[in-house]
């Protein structure tokens, strides 16, 4: 492993791929925590996959298969179909997704049929247009990460500059229509700049795949911070560090092809994060829910305990027929309540220890405020008849 | 509806009216939402605006502030249009609008109110976070100023906006249900406010929902179903008969 990450220093093609990798990951990271916040995520999807008819067509008009050529070609396909997407939202009643999901197989359906074209065509230079679709990163040169690091530049420029008005924009919009912020048009850049993002992805992950570098960075991060600056920094970081173990992983066997792995790198850093994220991962919340519980049932434990110790005598069988419970059930609670400090053994059998006493008095305040439910006693029953 | 005079202190001040509404019209496809809306707010004044559900009510205050498109009419600030008079104008949106799982805190949210000031490209700074908490404590939050916004109550997300509005120090604000399912701690600091804001001469034009308390907590009122079914001080305009034209004749009346 060592060997390998001293080769990004000297391999050539490692070191190219790596970097065009951590690049995508950088910028798919901070355009996908905004596309996430304003619930655009799929809209990163539709317009990477709307990006492959714009590569064919780039290069049936120019016959060139300059990678930036085409990656223009892609980017203004992909622009195009958000538009378009965002025109449809406003002037017709179709939903969201399906204008979403409609919008995407039909750019990519064309973009499909355009590649069968070119490649049944007689052009023999067409080969290794489809490497789009799915990516093909060990063709990455340095002349490509040049590219990506002006694109990505561009795209981070943009957002350190108006991050406040991107900020406002992503949380309340309308807010930001009444103080006279321009929220279409900002709204169209983001867009535009995500566009960015996506040219970036087109060699490394492809089309297909592009939507993960938008979406699970940010999502990743979303789980470790509740601050906004914090979590854009967070998900460029993980987009990084999936693009640079993507392209080791791959670059330590023979036929692991990156892009896929990149994917299942930031996938992984995803998982992770949903589970063990302090606060928000699953994990702790599975612990804290266990944990009321368990205080809940001691308290209501407690409670029983303290009415029996004030108006009858406490001891496992009396336990055990208030609660409705075995005898020997009613023994454990009584050990665990003793364990707690809260019971203890007197002459006359079991008593509450004035901890548990004043224990259970606080409890039984705290319960005064809480609304009535139904079940109490009697009285109440008879009392809330419906008349 | 109510027909100004035409003599010639009336036209004065009506020319610099906080907000001056005229043949506003709101359609959402074919269905008109508000129809032909003149209006007239006067200056200094807690203002409440009062209909039925789905009588345009927030409509009528996105509509004034270009959130939403007019069919028709004409909307004055000052005698100023909405871009002329921006800065001089607050709003505070109804709390649901927002998702308030963002990743911020209560202090940058209300730090969002000094934007506007702070003009394009330019980052909030110690002074505009000072600022901030000086309107946090207006509305008593200012021990929340870290919180992230998650972990507020109705209540405090009503006052953490109220608080945004307050830092953009305007002379003329529009809010939109705040007293809407908010505890009797954030009714009561919202009524503060509303009061300091009518002692320091700015204007407030709220919509509400509550009949009840309408009379108690404004100076003026407009009744809107659709249409202006009425507007004019309150006295004036809190009949029965006015009541019943707005709200239909099934209304039970509160005493």
């Known amino acids: 492993m060592f060997e390998l990450v001293s080769q990004i220093f000297t391999d050539y093609t490692l070191r190219n791929v790596a970097l065009g990798s951590a690049m995508l990951g950088v910028i798919g990271g901070v355009l996908g925590a905004f596309a996430m916040l304003r619930r655009q995520s799929l809209l990163g999807d539709v317009l990477a996959h709307a990006a492959l008819p714009g590569i064919c067509l780039a290069f049936i008009l120019t016959g060139s298969k300059a990678p930036l050529i085409l990656l223009l070609g892609g980017g203004l396909a992909g622009w195009l179909a958000s538009l378009l997407v965002l025109a449809v939202l406003r002037n017709t009643r179709l939903p969201e997704d399906s204008a979403l999901g409609v919008m995407l197989s039909s750019f990519f359906g064309f973009g499909i049929a355009l590649l069968t074209f070119i490649q049944h065509g007689n052009n023999a230079n067409q080969a290794g247009l489809d490497k789009f679709i799915f990516g093909q990163a060990a063709t990455i040169l340095a002349s490509d990460v040049l590219n990506f690091i002006v694109l990505g530049g561009i795209a981070l420029l943009v957002v350190g500059l108006l991050y406040k008005e991107f900020k406002l924009l992503s949380f309340d919009p309308g807010y930001a229509v009444s103080l006279g912020l321009p929220v279409r048009g900002l709204g169209t850049l983001l867009t535009s700049l995500t566009v960015l993002a996506v040219m970036v992805g087109l060699q490394t992950v492809g089309v297909v795949l592009m939507a993960a570098m938008l979406i699970a960075p940010a999502a990743a991060a979303r789980q470790w911070t509740d601050r906004l600056g914090t979590m854009i920094w ?33 996938s992984a850093i995803l998982l992770v994060s949903l589970f063990f994220a302090p606060l928000r991962g699953l994990v702790w919340d599975w612990a804290r829910t266990r944990q009321n519980r368990r205080r809940i049932h001691l308290e209501r434990l407690l409670l029983d305990a303290h009415v029996l110790h004030n108006h009858d005598v406490l001891t496992p069988q009396t336990l055990a027929e208030r609660r409705r419970e075995s005898v020997a059930m009613a023994q454990r609670h009584l050990e665990a309540l003793r364990s707690l400090g809260w019971v203890q053994q007197s002459q006359k059998g079991l008593a509450l220890t004035p901890a548990g006493d004043q224990k259970a008095h606080e409890l039984e305040q705290a319960m005064r405020v809480l609304p009535r439910a139904k079940g109490e006693p009697p009285a109440t029953f008879l009392g809330s008849n419906p008349s | 509806m109510i027909h100004t005079q035409s003599n010639p202190k009336a036209l004065l001040s009506q020319s610099l009216a906080p907000l001056e509404v005229r043949d506003l019209t709101v359609a959402y496809r074919e269905k008109p939402v508000l129809w032909d809306v003149d209006l007239q707010v006067p200056v200094g004044q807690l203002c409440a ?4 559900n789905g009588a345009g009510k927030s409509t009528l205050i996105k509509a004034v502030l270009g959130l939403i498109p007019k069919a028709s009419g004409q909307v004055k600030f000052f005698g100023q249009t909405l871009v002329e008079a921006r800065s001089r104008i607050g709003y505070v949106p109804q709390r649901g609008s927002v998702d308030w799982d963002f990743p911020t805190s209560v202090l940058d949210v ?16 110690k002074l505009e976070r000072d600022a901030a908490l000086r309107c946090l404590e207006q509305v008593s939050m200012s021990e929340f100023a870290g919180r992230q916004i998650s972990q507020l109550s109705g209540g405090q997300q009503q006052r953490v906006f109220l608080a945004r509005a307050l ?8 809010m939109d249900e705040p007293f809407a399912g908010v505890d009797a701690v954030t009714e009561d600091a919202i009524l503060r406010v509303l009061h300091e804001l009518k002692e320091h001469g700015k204007t407030v034009v709220v919509v509400h929902h509550d009949l009840e308390t ?5 100076d003026h009122l407009t009744l809107l179903n659709v249409q202006v079914i009425a ?18 004749e099934r209304m039970i009346m509160v005493s």
Not at chain 1, 235 to 258: H, K
Not at chain 2, 110 to 125: A, D, H, I
Not at chain 2, 214 to 218: C, K, L, N, T
């Open chain 1, 234 to 266: 967070l998900s460029a970081l993980f987009g990084a560090m999936a693009g640079v173990s993507g392209a080791l992983i791959s670059a330590s066997r023979e036929n692991l092809p990156t892009g896929p792995l990149v994917i299942l790198s930031i």
């Open chain 2, 49 to 52: 605006i009062v209909g039925p």
């Open chain 2, 110 to 125: 209300v730090v969002m109110g000094l934007y506007g000031k702070l003009g394009w490209f330019r980052r909030p700074g």
């Open chain 2, 167 to 174: 830092a953009q120090d305007s002379d003329l604000y529009f």
């Open chain 2, 214 to 218: 309408v009379r108690a907590y404004f």
């Open chain 2, 231 to 248: 507007s004019g001080p309150m006295d004036e305009t809190f009949t029965p008969e006015n009541l019943k034209r707005t709200y239909g």
